[in-house]
Nanobody, 127 residues
Framework: QVDLVESGGGSVQAGGSLRLSCLASGYTQNIYFMAWFRQAPGKERQGVAAIDSDGLVKYTDSVKDRFTISQDNAKNTLYLQMNNLNPEDTAMYYC?????????????????????WGQGTQVTVSS
């Protein structure tokens, strides 16, 4: 079991930036890959960005060239640098980790691929 705690959310104006952090604790040596998801009111949870232990990254199309996912293994921390934010990025952002088996990278942005979730951090972008 891995515990995940997100931080860094907040309110910004369009065009602004935020950096989210996710601190992992527990059996972190069992993590195969991690990701950021977001969920806006009335919408399904969406995979935003993912990274595996080899540094392979995946992004959903709407955030490419604006968001960057990274990890600091020494600090057990996952990051999401978000630049040029727009109101459509407003959502609760969740950190997720998969610990029980590897998967093809084609599954990295699917919510069903993850068995550990944080509580979320709110990001609000005003126009």
């Amino acid at each position: 079991q891995v515990d995940l705690v997100e931080s860094g959310g907040g309110s910004v104006q369009a065009g602004g930036s935020l950096r989210l952090s996710c601190l992992a604790s527990g059996y972190t040596q069992n993590i195969y890959f991690m990701a950021w998801f977001r969920q806006a009111p009335g919408k399904e949870r969406q995979g935003v960005a993912a990274i595996d232990s080899d540094g392979l990254v995946k992004y959903t199309d709407s955030v490419k060239d604006r968001f960057t996912i990274s990890q600091d293994n020494a600090k057990n921390t996952l990051y999401l640098q978000m630049n040029n934010l727009n109101p459509e990025d407003t959502a609760m952002y969740y950190c997720a980790a998969r610990t029980f088996s590897p998967l093809s990278s084609s599954w990295y942005l699917g919510a069903d691929s993850y068995n550990n979730w944080g509580q979320g951090t709110q990001v609000t972008v005003s126009s």
